[in-house]
């Protein structure tokens, strides 16, 4: 997949997130926070352990108010993905069912190009400590597997809400704008000319210094120094700011015994 | 950039993840975790702000020991990055620098290459509301600005590093053993040939409960069949099921009358 960025104004995803008997409001709150940072508002929970609202997921969600205002409550699976066309569910383990099991950066693609077509998407995220059971699991078109560390696995609900959040906005925005490679801050990259005028000048002050000795050595100490100054582009404001050094550290010689 | 898996076994990053002045152990303990779930384990403190250890971390680290018990601790970020060849700054906002701005995919990208030649690597993440400074980000090669929702870009601290590190993880690892397109759970996958014999199958048996009506109707009819069971690929499993639906359905209809 190319993630280029496109340069187009982000808008907000459609993307449900549905969130099935999850415990902690902390937890809610956290996902509620990474879903409006990569742009998405359509939080379901199914179940919610502590009922809702729930202060400690307004304390967590640190501002995403937006997304916990619209939240809507659901008594099964069944009902929160009544209305959406396309669902996948997250699983950290095999399951045994003949489905296909997708990353994120590939889940998202899908569900982007199934967006662009009309369709509604959701993804379904399980409880805590025991993920989705099998029967909700079958519900989905397909299975969403991030790939962790397997000494260490265990993503919690938020991080989870998070990658998968991520994901979708790069496929949907790219990258967002792609920066240029460099910003000149408002001068011009310097050319080759600027380049050579510099490394000639400072070539000329270490000649007149003595630097070059043994003089047979001369041709390679020049051509390393050269490649230090080709290593990277510098704006035209730097190069004369580093005439200016060289011009300044050669006042400051000693004269020549 | 491809993100194919390689198939390959991860293995631990070495990229370092420096948190420079940062306040909330709970944020250092969200870092450390989400290093460890994407195979970091260098984490270097630079001044935090409550001393280390620090119990709040270890808290909501959720058993990511191996890295707090490594954490390193600096009194400037000169000295964390000292051992270090390539330092990449995390920042939301735009600088006053000729830097390269990198997205997350990028940073990460170059860093894996870099690391690949034996260079050691360092992601600087600034503190939780002021991020770093213009003298700390210049420390740093490289900028990484992290694409999100513009109309709520705050990131806290543990999920800005779990983005990077998932990247690092992808770079590193791909998406991880690429999951096959389909597991048939121990079953063939249908063939062209078994999937005729079911509508075959079904076909006759419709044929004779007198299904398609009007008969110049049956083509069209038949073939909007045949395309629902062509959307997907099955197992010949799953195929001698419908098989033996089709039939079961037959056994219960009523004789024509």
Sequence with gaps: MTRTGRGQEPREGRTAVILVDSQMGENIGAAARAMYNFGLTDLRLVRPRDGWPNPAATAMAAGADRVLDAVTLFASVAEAVADLHFVAATSARPRHMVKPVRTPAEAAARVHAQEQAGARCGILFGAERSGLDNDTVALAQEVIRIPVNPAFPSLNLGQAVLVVAYELF?????????????????SEPATAADLDGLIGHLTRDLEAAGYFYPPEKKEVMARTIRNIFQRSVWSGQEVQILRGVVKALGRGRPPRQ
Tied chains: 1, 2.
Excluded: R, V
Excluded at 170 to 186: F, K, Q, R
């Design 170 to 186: 790069l496929a949907a925005h790219g990258e967002g704008e792609t920066p240029p490679p460099l910003d000149y801050l408002g």
